[in-house]
């Protein structure tokens, strides 16, 4: 039911910040956990930056201190701002939501992020 479609992706130099928006169809207002999560080709899929049901966020280690989260509930769009970008933040970005009643997982196709000069 639910539809996550993540955008903003392309290539950007190191040293730079990129803007990624996932759009979720529906109410947003459902999802009591959204998350931005990573994979490289050959690697695990890994957390960006993700809300908790108690409205804190967590971070993950490769990218802690270098990314923001936020949503905008009137236009259903969950962001997520990578700072400082280095080449090993090349890989494909997705945006992640969890119902916060039934614990249902969804997940958007992905947008690929390029660091390179």
Request: charged share 20%; net charge neutral.
């Amino acid at each position: 039911q639910v539809q996550l479609v993540e955008s903003g992706g392309g290539l950007v130099q190191p040293g730079g910040s990129l803007n990624l928006f996932c759009v979720v169809s529906g109410s947003m207002f459902d999802l009591g956990r959204m998350g931005w999560y990573r994979q490289a080709p050959g690697k695990q899929r890994e957390l960006v930056a993700a809300t908790t049901n108690l409205g804190r966020t967590v971070y993950g280690d490769s990218t802690k201190g270098r990314v923001t989260i936020a949503s905008e509930n009137a236009k259903n769009t969950f962001y997520l701002r990578l700072n400082n970008l280095k080449p090993e933040d090349t890989v494909v970005y997705y945006c992640r939501g969890v119902d916060r009643f039934n614990d249902e997982e969804y997940w958007g196709q992905g947008t690929q992020v390029t660091v390179s000069s």
